[in-house]
């Protein structure tokens, strides 16, 4: 990944852009055609399995219904009277009228049994075989010895569904018979009589009397029906037992055989549909168990088939990738010089101008923001020229500005000096409470100049702001007197220099503005779970929206209430804020609260 930055970042940007340009163009037409590729292979496997399951369920319905109808007329066969009759005797009678008994015995038979595809209906006993056998032609000891009966003694005489099988195989023949496989249902018969005089009374033959009903069926119908509803070319059916052996199949030469069939071990359903390999390939298998027999019907369709059409779409969408990267080569190759060309030139006349030629302009045309950057170049060229011949002239001001600034600066020990000058001359003359001013005067100085920060100990304020008031009170004599209420553990904080100043300045020059005497100014400070709080408050003429106004907003010679906000703001954002409350002819109340800083030192 670091190699292919460092490639990426040596390339120059009009490399750069055709890059981008072509993986931007590239990138998404492959995504969306795999994407279409994908969706439509999965539509098209899920439509044909939706269609070929409907077709297999129902050619399995329609042939259960066939064999369920068989089943039920073997039943209905044990209940039949004359079949009773013709069968209780047949050990006792002579050989001579067995044939009589046959010719009616396939009579009733004829009566039950009616289906095209039925090769043979027999009744198998031990001493004859009643029915038509002449195109099977198995004798009664071969049947008798052969694996249907044993199967069928084995299941206790229930009846069951046999797979194709192959006649002479099964029953040990060493001729041809007409029609060599076969699957067949075998059903012990064993007739009973129900008297109509007496009905609570039935009437069955012997225990000992083995009697075998062996319907033998040819698969035709299920083949033809199969191969009538194939609607995909190379598809395959199969009806096998859950075994593997095969009853039906496309290929002919399979029936009777047993096959080992993959979907076999997945079947958990009755009815369902999955996607494997059989036989070197990927194919779809919908499958429907029988109801009547067991018997597992499937349809077996290669992918391929169904998704031949996806297949050319992925061709043509390969096709139509490789021309999209041809025309993104071409289309970046003119974007990327649309682009580059002026930042070329915009390079070229910067090293111009580092050469100290200022005079060199770019065209302009058009208004994109390539062409705004050179407007804007062009811009900062002239001013930049204009800058240059202007520095001289500026730097000259500058220094005599300084000069001027140095000259009129007063050393603050010259005026600390002065000041103790005037108190000595003021004690001299016993004006006591104007050296008390000048003392409090010089404490203000020395506060102002020592401490250059922005932020001060809150007790260092507490005192100049203590001078301050001294100072005001002595200025106007009686008109206001001072309440301080201020919680000792404040002066260990630190608190922005001067922030009370305004406030109190507010409150006496304002507050007190129409009164004589009988004012009051509480400077308040309390120390709260998390924050500072301070007010001013005075019993003065209060404020109103006008004045308010006026006093946030200050004058030429006097820091305004607004600059305090904004100091409070500054340095601590929205856990700081200052609130008026005024009410005319009331006074007003302004408090300050900030967050707990850290003690003195700290900060």
């Not at 002579?94 to 039925?118: G, R, W």
């Not at 319907?215 to 033809?224: A, G, K, P, T, W």
């Not at 859950?242 to 039906?248: A, L």
């Amino acid at each position: 990944m670091n190699k292919l930055r460092t490639c990426f970042n040596s390339l120059n940007l009009q490399n750069k852009l055709r890059l981008c340009f072509i993986f931007l163009i590239l990138i998404p037409s492959l995504i969306i055609g795999i994407a279409y590729y994908w969706v439509s292979y999965h539509s098209i496997i899920d439509i044909a399995k939706k269609n070929i399951l409907d077709v297999v369920v129902k050619n399995t319905q329609l042939i259960d219904r066939q064999m369920g109808y068989i089943q039920e007329s073997a039943v209905n066969l044990n209940v039949d009277a004359d079949m009773y009759r013709l069968l209780s005797d047949v050990d006792t009678v002579p050989d001579s009228e067995l044939l009589v008994k046959d010719k009616k015995i396939q009579a009733i038979l004829q009566k039950y049994f009616v289906d095209e595809d039925i090769v043979t209906t027999t009744i198998m006993t031990e001493k004859f075989i009643f029915g038509d056998n002449s195109q099977l032609k198995v004798p009664v000891a071969n049947f008798f010895s052969s694996t249907l009966w044993e199967s069928l003694r084995e299941r206790r005489g229930e009846a069951q569904w046999v797979p194709t099988y192959v006649v002479q195989d099964t029953f040990g023949l060493d001729y041809a018979v007409e029609n060599p496989t076969v699957y067949s249902m075998i059903q012990p018969l064993n007739p009973t009589f129900i008297d109509p005089e007496k009905p609570s009374e039935t009437r069955a033959l012997s225990e000992d009397f083995n009697a075998v009903l062996v319907i033998s069926f040819r698969d035709n119908l299920i083949r033809e029906m199969f191969e009538a509803s194939n609607s995909v070319d190379d598809s395959q059916f199969c009806i096998s037992s859950p075994k593997g052996e095969i009853v039906s199949h496309s290929d002919a030469a399979k029936a009777g055989t047993t096959q080992e069939l993959p979907w076999l071990w997945h079947i958990t359903d009755k009815t369902g549909s999955m996607l494997l390999q059989y036989q070197g390939e990927k194919v779809l298998v919908c499958y429907e168990v029988s109801q009547v027999t067991g018997w597992v019907f499937a349809s077996i369709t290669p992918v391929k088939a169904l998704v031949h059409n996806v297949v050319s779409l992925q061709t043509l969408t390969v096709f139509l990738c490789i021309l999209i990267f041809l025309l993104a080569m071409l289309v970046s190759k003119i974007f990327a010089r649309k682009i580059t060309l002026p930042v070329e030139k915009l390079v070229g006349a910067m090293k111009q101008v580092g050469k100290g030629d200022f005079s060199v302009r770019l065209a302009t045309s058009g208004m994109d923001e390539l062409q705004y950057l050179t407007e804007k170049y062009n811009d900062m060229s002239e001013q930049i020229r204009i800058l240059i011949e202007e520095n001289y002239e500026s730097e000259i001001r500058n220094r005599e500005s300084e000069i001027m600034a140095l000259n009129l600066q007063m050393n603050p020990h010259f005026l600390y000096n002065t000041l103790n000058i005037i108190n000595m001359m003021a004690l001299e003359e016993g004006k006591e409470e104007i050296s008390r001013m000048l003392l409090c005067l010089s404490d203000m100085l020395q506060y102002t100049f020592r401490n250059k920060q922005e932020l001060a100990a809150f007790r260092e304020e507490y005192l100049w702001l203590q001078n301050y008031l001294h100072i005001m009170e002595m200025r106007f004599e009686g008109k206001f007197q001072v309440v301080y209420e201020v919680d000792g553990e404040l002066g260990q904080y630190s608190v922005p220099k001067l922030l009370l100043q305004p406030l109190v300045e507010n409150a006496v020059v304002h507050g007190f503005r129409d009164m004589k005497n009988g004012g009051l100014l509480w400077i308040r400070g309390t120390i709260e779970t998390d924050a500072i709080l301070l007010e001013v408050e005075d019993n003065g003429r209060g404020m109103s929206g006008e004045e308010i106004e006026k006093a946030m907003q200050g004058d030429y010679h006097r820091i305004g209430l607004e600059n305090t906000r904004r100091r409070i703001q500054l340095l601590y954002g929205e856990k700081g804020c200052m609130q008026i409350e005024t009410r005319p002819g009331e006074g007003t109340c302004i408090r300050i609260r900030i967050p707990l800083p850290d003690p003195e030192g700290d900060r």
